[in-house]
């Protein structure tokens, strides 16, 4: 670890702030929803089944429906012939029962009679109408689709925390479930902070830059399963910030603002928020902490909850990698936290350095690389840059290489821990 600055408190670990992090959100309250909308969305309940599937022993195939022993010996030069005495198809199980030596005309997803328990396909017979020949003997119970062979009362069908896709929702909808219990999706503000930033679109003056920050991590938010909203520029004034800042969280069940946290003399987010100022002159209750992580990039950080429903608030560097591996590290679980998924962190896989990399100790570095999976291997390739202002490079990469704090350098060929960002879901 470095040496702290003088008089300067020591810097938190990843796990440390991350752990603060997830202690300053809590899970939404759960509502209830309709299917659709609850898609995408994270489960509150462990939803167990009330009825079998299928409900009840149906056809898997057109054909007839028999008692196996009636058809054992049925050939093609000696096929076996039943009288058809009703007809059933799905929806259509008019015919609940037969006696014994008796064929049933049956459609896909009818219901079986009692009495008979396996379906002659209808390429194995002559497709009578008032009596059939059937050439082949089937398998007993052969088409048929069991009562409760997939799922049985009681079975989980999905468990609390699950982010409900379209497969969970069609298992829903089959086990007759209208509604169920989700967390709704956190509501993100985004609020980039500097006199130097434009909008895209407006007009570049000689000393300032676009704002790329709101647009990274409202992104990031929106793909992690938030609504995000992304808050236009504000600038280096501790006061217009403070009010853009309040004017939010009416809206906001977090607040990630970038820029404004460094050591320099125009830092507006610690400026209006640090100790408590914006709550002790009157403009904004709340309290956030602003201190170091042993985290390349991304080292400064803050943390807090401001406004009187104290909503969390995460300040990031200005920088747009620190600003973009910070969202990896700590706002993307605090987002997960909120809509009550787990895990909360991005878990990492495991891939071999094509080069190796050199890097100073003491903090946890996330290098952006580019991960290739070639006949089986993974494989993983540090891109050149390491300056936090190069989102080209960030562009460029589809992984993050993490080194951990103690280590100076690894060599071409070793195994790494690699964060894959493409991965939507986790
Ligand atoms: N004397 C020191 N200077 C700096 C240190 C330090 O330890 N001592 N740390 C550096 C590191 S590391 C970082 S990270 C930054 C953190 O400072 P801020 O959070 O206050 O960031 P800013 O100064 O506001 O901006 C830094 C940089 O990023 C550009 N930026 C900011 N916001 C955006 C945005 N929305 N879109 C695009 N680019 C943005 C900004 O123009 C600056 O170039 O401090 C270092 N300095
Ligand atoms: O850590 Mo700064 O956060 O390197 O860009």
Known sequence: MPEPEHGAEPEASVEEHLARVLAAVSPLPAFPQPLMDALGLAVAEDVEATSPLPGFDAAAMDGYAVRAVDVAHAGDPDPAVLPV??????????????????????????????????????????????????????EPGQHVRLRGEDVEPGDLLVEEGTVLGPRHLGLLAAAGRAAVRVRPRPRVVVLSTGSELREVGSQLGHDSVFDANSFLLAAAARRAGALAYRV???????????????????????????????????????????????????????????????????????????????????????????????????????????????????????????????????????????????????????????????????????????????????????????????????
């Open 85 to 138: 005495v009703g007809e059933v198809a799905a929806g259509r199980a008019t015919l609940t029962a037969t006696a014994p030596g008796t064929a049933v005309r049956i459609m896909t997803g009818g219901r079986m009679p009692v009495g008979t328990d396996t379906v002659v396909p209808q390429e194995w017979t002559d497709r009578g109408a008032a009596q059939v020949r059937i050439s082949r003997s089937p």
């Open 232 to 426: 236009g520029i504000v600038p280096d004034d501790p006061r217009a910030f403070t009010e853009a800042l309040s004017d939010q969280l009416v809206r906001a069940d977090l607040v990630v603002t970038t820029g404004g946290i460094g050591e320099g003399d125009h830092d507006v987010v610690k400026e209006a928020l640090e100790g408590g100022r914006a709550a002790r002159s009157g403009a904004l209750p709340g309290e956030v902490h602003f201190g170091s992580v042993a985290l390349q990039p991304g080292r400064p950080q803050g943390l807090g909850q401001v406004g009187e429903d104290r909503v969390p608030l995460l300040a990031l560097p200005g920088n747009p990698v620190a600003a973009y591996v910070s969202c990896e590290v700590f706002v993307l679980p605090a987002i997960r936290r909120l809509m009550g998924v787990v895990p909360y962190a991005r878990p990492t896989v495991r891939a071999r350095l094509t080069h190796g990399v050199q890097v100073r100790a003491g903090r946890r570095q996330y290098l952006r690389a580019e991960h290739a999976e070639e006949h089986g291997v993974a494989r993983v390739t540090p891109l050149q840059g390491r300056g936090s202002h190069l989102v080209g490079d960030l562009a460029a990469a589809n992984a993050l290489v993490v080194v951990p704090e103690e280590t100076t350098h690894v060599e071409a060929g070793q195994a790494v821990d690699v964060l894959l960002l493409d991965q939507e879901a986790w």
